[in-house]
């Protein structure tokens, strides 16, 4: 199952970033600047570099997307980008900080996403990380969506995006189908992500041995849609 092809890839690089900025915001008010390596797992188009960066931290992104690499890379020159599943932590030296934002462990692109591999995962997060260690992240809960099928309508300067969006309660599922409508005609893709109780995250995080606080934002202006939940963890 394939995500972010490069039509979508393009139109949120372009104008679905602010969450992305506002985690980046939030994670150097925690460790504030320094040295040491970001890496930010679910990339994209690796915004959270262009913020950790000037404070003084190297960076390193991850995204399974081709497209969503090949846009990082391009963008900036300067920077590490590897395509693999966020599941998979890259061995790097000296990282302060592991970021996961925008549903990054929900997306069922990895059989591991979910509580299907959440604990480990955490646990090899916290292994990665020193003492005081950073983990940022979010997640998609049960609330996130309605089981009945809604729709919402986008408009960008040069496409319209549909996006239907329904939950399975029963198998706790979202399934998103995203429709982009443009000069070139349509577009489809369909997302699935495996849903994680909130409070379930919170019990797998501190299982982990992280110190874990539930966030309600990023940033104060920008609040979480229902069912979406952030996380701040530290390792003690």
Same mark, same amino acid.
């Given at each position: 199952?394939? *995500?972010?092809?490069?039509?979508?890839?393009?139109?949120?690089?372009?104008? *679905?970033?602010? *969450?992305?900025?506002?985690?980046?915001? &939030?994670?150097?008010?925690?460790?504030?600047?320094?040295?040491?390596v970001? =890496?930010?797992?679910?990339?994209?188009?690796?915004?959270?570099?262009?913020?950790?960066?000037?404070?003084?931290?190297? *960076?390193?992104?991850v995204? =399974?997307?081709?497209?969503?690499?090949?846009?990082? &890379?391009? &963008?900036? +020159?300067?920077?590490?980008?590897?395509?693999?599943?966020?599941?998979?932590?890259?061995?790097?030296?000296?990282?302060?900080?592991?970021?996961?934002?925008?549903?990054?462990?929900?997306?069922?692109?990895? #059989?591991?996403?979910?509580?299907?591999?959440?604990h480990? /995962? =955490?646990? %090899?997060?916290?292994?990665?990380?020193? %003492?005081?260690?950073?983990?940022?992240l979010?997640?998609?809960?049960?609330?996130?969506?309605? @089981?009945?099928?809604?729709?919402?309508?986008?408009?960008?300067?040069?496409?319209?995006?549909?996006?239907?969006?329904?939950?399975? +309660?029963?198998?706790?599922t979202?399934?998103?189908?995203?429709?982009?409508?443009?000069?070139?005609?349509?577009?489809?893709?369909?997302?699935?992500?495996e849903?994680?109780?909130?409070?379930?995250?919170?019990?797998?995080? &501190?299982?982990?041995?992280?110190?874990?606080? %539930?966030? @309600?934002?990023?940033?104060?202006?920008? #609040?979480?849609?229902?069912? /979406?939940?952030g996380?701040?963890?530290?390792v003690?």
């Amino acid at each position: 199952m394939t *995500y972010y092809e490069v039509r979508l890839a393009q139109i949120h690089a372009q104008d *679905y970033t602010q *969450y992305a900025i506002a985690a980046a915001e &939030r994670l150097l008010a925690e460790i504030g600047p320094g040295a040491g390596v970001v =890496l930010d797992l679910g990339c994209g188009a690796a915004d959270l570099a262009d913020v950790v960066m000037p404070a003084g931290y190297d *960076y390193v992104g991850v995204d =399974l997307s081709p497209s969503m690499v090949a846009l990082a &890379r391009s &963008r900036r +020159p300067d920077i590490r980008v590897i395509q693999a599943s966020a599941f998979d932590l890259p061995e790097i030296a000296d990282t302060r900080a592991i970021v996961a934002v925008g549903e990054v462990v929900n997306y069922a692109a990895d #059989p591991r996403a979910g509580l299907a591999g959440i604990h480990a /995962w =955490l646990r %090899a997060c916290h292994k990665a990380l020193p %003492a005081g260690g950073v983990l940022l992240l979010d997640v998609a809960g049960p609330l996130r969506a309605d @089981p009945e099928p809604a729709t919402r309508v986008n408009h960008g300067e040069d496409y319209r995006l549909e996006v239907t969006t329904v939950t399975d +309660p029963s198998r706790r599922t979202l399934t998103r189908t995203i429709r982009i409508f443009d000069d070139a005609g349509e577009q489809t893709e369909t997302h699935v992500l495996e849903l994680i109780d909130p409070m379930e995250m919170l019990a797998a995080l &501190r299982s982990a041995g992280f110190d874990a606080i %539930a966030l @309600p934002a990023y940033r104060d202006d920008l #609040p979480f849609p229902r069912g /979406w939940s952030g996380f701040l963890a530290r390792v003690p």
